[in-house]
Each structure stands twice: as C-alpha cells, then as structure tokens.
C-alpha cells in the first residue's frame, strides 16, 4: 500500500487530507509541523509527501530541502500546498526541489489526480533504482572478474609488484606478465580509451590473446616485442571494436643475457631507474586499431642487478591538482625515486594527497619490475 505524508499546521486541512486519501485506499501519516514531518518522513519512507509552504519551525521549502538532500528519500515526490501562485513563488519552490504544487484548500478531485501521478512518477522512478542498483551490482561482479584476471606479484629472480585502480567499477587499463620459459619474461601495460563494459572487454581480449599467443609453443621461439605489436593491430582494429583504440608498452627480457627488448604504441615512457641515473625507454608509434598499416619498431637495453622499471598509465601522472593542471611525468618521476618500499603504495598515497582526493579522474596502474 502506498505511504503518503500529510504535513501541515492546519489541524483542519489534516484531517480532510487525510479522511479523503484514506477513502482512496492509501496509508496516511500526518506531522503538524515541519520539523516533526522531516522526522516522520525518514521513518516511514513515504511515496508522495504534500506539505503546507507556510508553517513554524520549519517551513515547506526547507522541508523539501532536507527531503532532497537524504538519500533514504531520493523518489519520494513532493507537492507544495500552498495559496502562492506568483511565478517567482513557484520558481522558488521548484528551486528548492518540489515536484507539483497545489491550491490551498485543495479541491478534492485535483488533490487525487496530482497524488495519483505522483505516484506514478514514484513507482517508476523505484523502478528505475532498482535496475540501476542490479545493474551496479552487475558491474561491481564483473570489475571483481577482470580483476581476477590480473596476474598475482611476482617473486622470483625478477620480483614485480603491481597497483590496479579503475576510475570506475570497469576501467580499460590491463597489464600481465609471465615467464614464456624458463629464462624470458613477458610484461605489458595497456590503456584502452574511455572506460566501462567496452573497454573492460577490449583489454581482456588483448590480454587472452597475448597469453594464447605467447605462451604456444608454435610461437613462442620467435617473440618479438614490434611484431607482437604488428599482429594486435592487425586484430583490434577500431571499425570492429566501437571505435576504440589503445595505448601499449611491452617487453621481453632475457635473463639469462639482461637484455630487455621492449616496443611502444602510443604509450607513456617506462622508467628504468639504475646506479648511474633514470633512462626513460619510449618508442613513438601510433596506438593500436588506429591505422590498419602501421610499421611498430623496437628497442633494446641491458637490465643489470638492482634495476628497477616502472610501466604505467597516462592516469599515474594526468591526475587534476587542486590549484590547477596536472601532476605531470616529471613529478612522478620524483614521487617514485623518493618512494620507500613497496613503492607503488606509496606513489599512490603521495598522488592522493596531492590531489586532495582518494578516487582518480583515470584509470591508475603501475608496475614495479626489479630486477
């Protein structure tokens, strides 16, 4: 049965509202004031409120206020009753958050059809909450899936230690790596652009696809970071994918050698930080599913002991500074060399503070290979 609050001053005007709602089938609260109306409202959660403009203690407008502003409340539709019928009286009243307003006294036929649409505007937009909570349930199982497939920290001869933080339920950054034998590492960082269910989907794509391919015997002799690239081009190509694209570093070291042969597509540096100083491993190349032809190059360095390399996100150093631009390549480049372990923690607290918030405008994730 449908809850209406009643709140008004007038014990008259409370007790025909009530007698002719109640007449109608519905469930009837009443409050003679505002105060003990906003009170009765969060207790019983009612489907449509109509309260009197003009009341002490408080008045209709700071009712609908307090009402708008509780999240108990969010559907509850609220009528204005009041004798104000100035257009600056109903902006104001709009204002505060009322949804309809009615004459007072009330006629009886006008008071039943406003309740009956109110009640209708309630019932779907509960409606509508109520996907919108099984839809972010949804989401919530499906970011918990991508996470799951996220490799666990690695502790072997090559240690890595990773964050993973989605501006969103479902984010489109993805990372992976692997030993493809007993003596070659495998390790990527992608961002596909924009964020949600599609781009949640591409990056998983990606990553199933580099673990297929990268760990087949068949081809798994020859893996070249610039052919990798090639084939994921010829793969992901924006017309089949919603138009999207993305960003990539990857690489594959041998250790045996400490040689790291990496290649790039549109994405931001890596940082090798050494004894002698930080070497920054970029390669310029056009990101993934762009362009159908596109030549990918590589590079390669020599790892030593102690090494430590960093792959992320162009949401590790984009992140909005409270007095204006960004934290920038440059300081996070310093975040990390000041950085205690585990570092990448402790990048993300620093970037916290200084942005003054716990949750990014991107996509944020790193990596922490030592070598």
């Not at 109509?50 to 509780?70: E, H, N, T």
């Not at 600056?88 to 649409?117: C, M, N, T, W, Y």
């Amino acid at each position: 049965m449908s809850q209406i609050l009643i709140i008004d001053d007038d014990p008259t005007i409370r007790l025909t509202l009530s007698r002719l709602l109640k007449g109608q089938g519905y469930a009837v609260a009443i409050a003679k004031d505002g105060q003990e109306g906003l009170e009765k409202a969060l207790e019983v959660h009612p489907a449509v409120i109509i309260c009197d403009w003009m009341m002490p203690i408080m008045d209709g407008l700071q009712v609908c206020k307090a009402v708008r502003q509780s999240p108990l409340l969010l559907n509850t539709y609220f009528i204005l009753l009041t004798a104000r019928d100035q257009e600056d009286d109903i902006v104001q009243g709009l204002e505060a958050g009322a949804d309809d307003f009615l004459p007072k006294p009330p006629r009886s036929g006008e008071l039943k059809a406003r309740v009956r649409a109110g009640l209708r505007v309630y019932n779907a937009n509960h409606e509508l909450q109520k996907q919108k909570e099984l839809l972010e349930q949804e989401l919530a199982q499906a970011g918990q899936y991508v996470r799951s497939l996220l490799p666990e920290e690695l502790n072997s001869s090559v240690v890595i230690h990773s964050q993973f933080i989605p501006s969103t339920q479902l984010g489109g950054d993805c990372f992976d790596f692997f030993w493809i034998d007993h003596d070659r590492l495998f390790i990527y960082l992608l961002d596909v652009s924009g964020h949600g269910v599609g781009s949640a989907l591409l990056s998983v794509s990606v990553l199933n696809l580099l673990r297929t391919r990268c760990l087949n015997p068949a081809s798994k002799k020859t893996l070249k970071p610039k052919e990798i690239l090639h084939d994921l081009n010829q793969s992901f190509q924006m017309s089949g994918h919603s138009e999207m694209y993305f960003t990539i570093w990857l690489g594959v070291y041998t250790k045996s050698t400490g040689l790291l042969e990496f290649s790039s597509a549109g994405h931001p540096p890596a940082f090798l930080y050494r004894a002698d100083g930080i070497k920054k491993l970029k390669i310029k190349g056009i990101p993934v599913a762009m362009l159908p032809e596109v030549e990918y190059k590589q590079d390669s360095c020599q790892v030593q002991k102690g090494d430590r390399l960093y792959l992320f996100s162009d949401g590790a150093y984009e992140i909005d500074l409270p007095e204006g631009g960004i934290v920038g390549l440059a300081k996070l480049e310093q975040i990390i060399a000041e950085s205690s372990d585990p570092v990448v923690d402790h990048v993300v607290d620093e970037l916290r503070r200084l942005a003054q918030t716990d949750k990014f405008n991107d996509d944020f994730s790193m990596l922490e290979v030592r070598f």
